[in-house]
């Protein structure tokens, strides 16, 4: 799984967990409605109550788990990048070099070429 999803699961996870004391609430004042209009209290406690702390443990465990995707996630990143940087940075020694022995090449070329004109000129003379 890539990083960015990851980190979008962990922040839904999250705001879903944010979001279940609120739920309980309105879940307690339902209850509360419905048991004065006459219904068996264990019904709703255990149903709803039980229903809630499922889905949290459920939800933090997922968490747990996004987490360690998470880390494996960015050391697969962090050793790609690294690599990355490696080959570029070899590549640009291997251009650096390249350039010195162009540089070179073309200084023995006018250094030939100029010496060659004095022979004839010499010569000539």
Known sequence: MKLRTIHLLIAST???IQELPQLRLGLRRSNIQ???SGAQSQEFRLDSVAAFEIEERQLKQRLQ???KE?????????HARREREIAENAIKLQQAAYEVERSRREQMRIDDETLQRRVRQSSET
């Open 34 to 36: 419905r048991l004065r």
């Open 14 to 16: 999250n705001a879903r």
């Open 70 to 78: 998470r880390r494996v996630a960015e050391n697969k990143f962090l």
């Open 65 to 67: 788990q996004l987490e």
